[in-house]
């Protein structure tokens, strides 16, 4: 399909303009599975999340059946669960129902709970419904930092990502215990090549490789999290563990999220429904 603001021929199924970020059109599906819905609310911050609801079974047909069919029947349905269905729900790690969700920002207008650690703002912008962010120059990191997130020690961070127009090798990121008086976080690296998907430290302009993994296919859209609980730090892309590590070195800070390139442009992400939950 073609981009209604730029024109440009984008690929079906991408939800975001790859040249200019812009949110494409998405023809929504022939039936829609009834939902119900909960409330996350922390101070004067409310979103209404949808939980979908299972799909009624079928009703049973009065046709008999022979046992010996129904047995075996059994049977293979008992290990097809036990080797495929079983793995994949151990796969899935879901932010706990426990958590609260302290805040939320869908990038629909531009608002003042984010601070920035540098002072270009030209390669951010708050457009559609998204946030559009272009490495233009050389500098290696844009950090943006949350204002009401100071002193955080425990935390989900989850972000959705759109890989597409971003240079290869070049990465996106969460960070969390920033500190606010020294160099210091934990964060969360994503790489479009691969799924490259690693954790790092920065401690007073040193960067220290923790841990790492790779997908072994490139990021596409993704929704990419950062968990920082006690001293486990844990990446994960859509909803699946991917690497984690223990270190205690930094215990609380702020809760950031950021772009890098690899020296390669343009060098475009569009990020989506950030959200940051405490235990």
């Not at 119900?36 to 009624?56: A, L, N």
Request: aromatic content about 10%; proline content about 5%.
């Amino acid at each position: 399909m073609k981009c209604p603001n730029c024109g440009k021929q984008v690929a079906e199924g991408k939800k975001f303009c790859g040249f200019c970020g812009q949110k494409l059109p998405v023809v929504p599906p022939a039936v829609i599975p009834p939902s119900t819905k909960r409330e996350d609310v922390h101070e004067d911050i409310t979103k209404t999340f949808p939980v979908s609801t299972p799909t009624p079974k079928s009703e049973k047909t009065s046709k008999k059946v022979p046992r010996w069919i129904s047995a075996a029947a059994g049977i293979l349905v008992l290990a097809v669960a036990g080797v495929l269905i079983v793995p994949k729900l151990l796969a899935i790690n879901e932010i706990p129902s426990s958590a609260r969700l302290l805040f939320y920002d869908d990038f629909s207008s531009q608002n003042n709970l984010w601070e920035y650690e540098d002072t270009n703002m030209s390669d951010r912008k708050i457009t559609n419904g998204v946030l559009t962010w272009e490495n233009t120059t050389e500098d290696f990191l844009g950090i943006n930092l949350l204002m009401t997130s100071a002193n955080i020690t425990d935390s989900y961070t989850e972000v959705s990502v759109d890989f597409s127009g971003m240079a290869d090798y070049a990465y996106a990121f969460l960070l969390c215990r920033q500190s606010s008086t020294a160099n210091q976080y934990y964060a969360g690296e994503f790489t479009k090549t691969d799924g490259y998907v690693s954790i790092y430290k920065q401690d007073n302009g040193e960067f220290i490789n923790l841990a790492e993994s790779k997908l072994g296919k490139s990021l596409g859209q993704a929704k990419i999290r950062f968990d920082c609980i006690g001293s486990e730090l844990t990446a994960f892309v859509d909803g699946k563990k991917v690497v984690s590590v223990q270190d205690a070195d930094f215990t609380s800070g702020k809760i950031g999220l950021g772009l890098s390139h690899s020296h390669k442009f343009p060098n475009i992400a569009v990020f989506d429904d950030f959200r940051l939950y405490v235990p």
